[in-house]
C-alpha cells in the first residue's frame, strides 16, 4: 500500500510503498478514504515529542471503510477507566503506532466508529482529535451551558474552530480571538457574537468592554496573551487549557485567579465515552467540521507547510482514495 512515511526530524515525509500493517484479530483493517493533519504532526516532524521511531506512518485522524461500513476512527488508545486522566499505556494513534497517513491502517476494533451520517468522508476526518478534545475541555471539564458568555482563543485552529461550533451549538454567547481578522469574521459568520485581534491589547480591551467578560474561556495558546485572558473572566468563571503554543505564562496575576474564583482546567484528548458522545452529538446538532483545504495524501509534505504557518481556518485534510 502507499503511504507518507517519517524517515527522520525535520526530513520531509516520503510517499513509498509500505507493507500492510500486521495486526491480530482484536485490530481491524481500515481502508482510509481521508485523513486529517494535527499541530502534533508538525511538532513530532520538528522532533518535539518523545520516544520518536522511525520509520513510520504519523496521522491520528481518520475515516475510511471496515467491513462495508463507513467509519471513524478514535485516535485515544488505552484511556483506561478513570475518566479524570489516562493510564500509565495511554498513547495516541500515529505515534507510537502507525496512524492514518496511509490507505489501510490496523486499530484496534473497539476504537472503530460508525461515520456521522451527515458528514462526507473528508469533513469525517477532520473530527476525531480534534472533536474529541473541544468537547472534553468544553463540556467535561468546563461545563459550557447555554446562555454562558464562552471565549475561544485562536479559532483558526482546529480544536478551537470545533469548541467555537460546539458552543454556538448549545445556545451559549460565543466570541473568538485570531491573529486574524478575515478568521473572526469567518467565525462570525459561523455564529460567534464577535471578535478581537490577539495581537492588540487595545482591540481585546474593547472586547471585553463589549461582552462584559466571559464564564468560560477555552485556550491552547498560553504564553505573554494568557494574562489578558484572566483579566477578561467574569468572577466564577472556568478555564479550559488544552495546549501551551506561545510557551509560558508569563506576568500572570495571581490575585485575578483567587479574587474572582477563578477554576483552572488542563485537558487533554478525552476517555472513550467522551468520543462516543462527541459523535452523537454532532450528529444531534449535525455540526460540520471546517475543511480548511484538502490535499492529495503524496502532497502530505506541502499540507506541513500550510499548517507551520497557521494560514488555516479550520482543518488540513488528506484525501486518500475514494472507495
Ligand atoms: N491536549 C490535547 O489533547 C491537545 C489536542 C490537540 C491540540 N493540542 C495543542 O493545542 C494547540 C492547538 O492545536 P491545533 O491542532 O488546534 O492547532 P492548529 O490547528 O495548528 O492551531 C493553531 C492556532 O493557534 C492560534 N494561535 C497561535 N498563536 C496564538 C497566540 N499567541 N494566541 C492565541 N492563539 C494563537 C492560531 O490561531 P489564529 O490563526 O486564529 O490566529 C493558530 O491558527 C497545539 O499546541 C497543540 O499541540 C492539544
Known sequence: MKALLFTGVKEPLVYTDVDLPEHDDTFGLVRLRAAALNRRDYWITLGLYPDLRFPSILGSD????????????????????????????????????????????????????PKPAHLTAEQAAALPLAGLTAYRVLFSRCQARANDKVLISGVGGGVALLACQFAIAIGAEVYVTSGSEEKIEKAVAL??????????????????????????????????????????????ARIGVYGGTAGAWNGVSVPNVFFKQLSIYGSTMGADA???????????YEIVPVVDRVFDLKDGNEALQVMKTSRQFGKIVLRIANL
Not at 467522551?274 to 444531534?284: A, I, K, T, Y
Open 62 to 113: 481518520g475515516c475510511g471503510e471496515y467491513e462495508g461500513q463507513e467509519v471513524v476512527i478514535n485516535p485515544s488508545v488505552h484511556w483506561g477507566n478513570d475518566p479524570r486522566f489516562y493510564s500509565d499505556d495511554y498513547f495516541i494513534l500515529g505515534m507510537a503506532e502507525d496512524g492514518t497517513f496511509a490507505e489501510q491502517v490496523a486499530v484496534r476494533k473497539k476504537n472503530i466508529y
Open 191 to 236: 455564529g460567534a457574537k464577535g471578535g478581537a485581534n490577539y495581537k492588540s491589547p487595545e482591540s481585546m480591551k474593547a472586547l471585553q468592554k463589549r461582552s462584559g467578560g466571559f464564564d468560560v474561556v477555552i485556550d491552547s495558546a498560553g504564553g505573554d496573551g494568557f494574562n489578558q485572558l484572566l483579566k477578561m473572566c467574569r468572577k466564577g
Open 274 to 284: 467522551e468520543f462516543g458522545q462527541m459523535l452523537d452529538f454532532v450528529s444531534e
